[in-house]
């Protein structure tokens, strides 16, 4: 058959693939307008191109919003039934082109499934739709003086189904009530075939939970999910210290993050350059802890006490109360302010376990100092154990030598987290060939059930298992870019 005959046959089966679509999914929720599809095809870089190269093709065919499960389910039954590609998507905050098309395709839309299905007060559940907004599902659970135990802190955009399908590890709640792998109970899956299952802690079937949790959507779209709620609290408070020294403020926030009796529900620990380009110039010292405490009054005010105890031991000065109302308030927009200082901000998230954070910012230090750019430097906490660190590089878009130079840095950190054994937080489609590099036996065990679920590898290809990118090809790069940005 020649080119124009083919070209012809797969329109005449996209015309013939919406239509039936639109038999069971209300047509101005089937959208093959161009200026959506580019608009849905990227993520917060804006661009859809971008990361083209880790991609077959980086632009949808249909952006396609179902309502409910069955929707959905009937939705991925003829995406398979046409062997279309399929992008799962929520709010598409989770970067690295996480939720953007890798083999064009349809770009399922989860934020139309929104609603809350049942709230047990007596069992602190609640039994929602996956494609629900955080913010959404926080107020409707404040009416009935409950709460979730964890999520994150891009919460005011992000959905409960983006934190499941990525590891749901560090955020707000993680520390005081448990991280996703512990609130979620059981999930409604939607498998790339289109059928159903509900999937709980005890099931048997190939799916499991943990298979789920993570997953970056490989397997197929969660479509319900049950989870653990907790019950509101009465007093909330945030303090925050500054220190001289890294020690000094990573040991103050140990002592916070190991103190049995009182858990923050949010831990961070930032450098100076990170308070300036989040927030504030803040007149202080080098490194910043805060944490916010919510329990009783009395708990929290023996917290806050606590807090101020051990500050004092280590040399810590108090931050003013006015710039915490407003650091706290502007939680979900603080790694985001971090963009309005340069046209191309690079950044890369890494998972450093307790017991290595100085190791790690040693390495980070000596990298930088030999640099130019600007940077800075952010700790979340995760539950015991483990931290999300996420390093900033602020650069110029006329600058590609530094855009490159800064990659090349975290490229170094990156592949010596993975030789001390800890990982990169994110992986989305960029960061996968790293994940297939030091990773081989998981990937392997995670490629056997991708083929036996989605043996035609239509959903959310080239994450976890599979990557166009080499890493030769990377390194290769990486070790130009280190060349000539040293010579720039
Ligand atoms: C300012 C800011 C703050 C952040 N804070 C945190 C934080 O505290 N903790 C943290 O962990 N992350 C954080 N992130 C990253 C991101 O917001 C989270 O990972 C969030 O949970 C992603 O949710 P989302 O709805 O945007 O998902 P998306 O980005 O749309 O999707 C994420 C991944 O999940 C898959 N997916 C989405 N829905 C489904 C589904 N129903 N079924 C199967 N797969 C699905 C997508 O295909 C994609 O691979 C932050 C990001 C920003 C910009």
């Given at each position: 058959m020649n080119e124009t005959k083919v070209e012809k046959k797969q329109e005449i089966g996209k015309t013939n693939f919406t239509k039936e679509v639109e038999e069971f999914i209300p047509s101005p929720h089937v959208s093959t307008d161009r200026y959506e599809i580019e608009a849905t095809s990227g993520d917060l870089s804006l661009l859809s191109k971008y990361h083209y190269k880790f991609k077959e093709e980086y632009q949808a065919t249909h952006v396609i919003r179902p309502g409910n499960t069955e929707e959905l389910s009937k939705l991925m039954q003829k995406c398979y039934q046409y062997s279309m590609p399929v992008t799962l998507r929520a709010a598409g905050t989770s970067c690295y082109s996480a939720s953007t098309p890798t083999k064009g395709g349809v770009i399922i839309?989860?934020?139309?499934?929104?609603?809350?299905?049942?709230?047990d007060k007596e069992n602190m559940i609640v039994k929602c739709d996956a494609g629900i907004a955080w913010q959404k599902l926080i107020e409707e659970l404040l009416d009935y003086g409950l709460a979730p135990k964890c999520y994150p802190t891009s919460y005011r955009a992000s959905c409960v189904s983006g934190f499941v399908a990525t590891s749901g590890k560090v955020g707000i709640g993680v520390l005081k009530n448990g991280i996703m792998k512990d609130v979620l109970r059981s999930v409604v899956f939607v498998k790339p075939d289109g059928s159903t299952e509900t999937i709980s802690r005890d099931s048997q079937g190939d799916l499991s939970l943990d298979d789920i949790i993570?997953?970056?959507g490989i397997f197929g779209a969660v479509a319900e999910v049950e989870l653990e709620v907790t019950t509101l609290k009465t007093s909330m408070e945030m303090i925050g210290y500054s220190f001289n020294t890294f020690k000094m403020a990573i040991e103050f926030f140990r002592t916070l993050k190991n103190s049995d009796t009182n858990k923050p529900l949010f831990l961070s620990l930032s450098d100076k350059h990170f308070e300036k380009y989040a927030h504030w110039t803040y007149p202080s010292r080098a490194y910043f802890v805060y944490a916010v405490y919510s329990d009783n009054p009395n708990a929290t005010s023996q917290s806050v006490s606590f807090a101020k105890e051990s500050a004092s031991k280590l040399d810590g000065l108090s931050v003013e109360e006015w710039y915490l109302k407003e650091k706290w308030r502007d939680i979900a927009d603080t790694e985001l302010n971090v963009g309005r200082w340069c046209e191309n901000l690079v950044f890369q998230e890494y998972w450093v376990s307790d017991d290595r954070v100085e190791d790690f910012y040693d390495f980070y230090q000596e990298k930088t100092s030999r640099q130019r750019y600007r940077h800075a430097f952010y700790l979340m906490s995760g539950a015991k154990g483990g931290n999300r660190v996420k390093l900033f590089g602020l650069s110029d878009i006329k600058n590609s030598r530094e855009f490159f130079g800064i990659k090349a840095v975290f490229n170094d950190i990156t592949i010596n987290n993975y030789e001390n054994k800890d990982i990169l937080y994110t992986l989305g489609v960029v960061n996968t060939f790293y994940f297939l590099r030091f990773n081989p036996e998981k990937a392997a065990y995670l490629l056997n059930l991708k083929n036996k679920l989605d043996p035609k590898d239509l959903v959310n290809s080239y994450r976890l298992v599979k990557a166009k990118m080499r890493t030769w090809r990377v390194g290769l790069l990486f070790w130009i870019a280190k060349r000539l940005y040293r010579t720039a």
């Open positions: 839309d989860l934020r139309r499934m929104n609603n809350v299905h049942k709230i993570g997953s970056f």
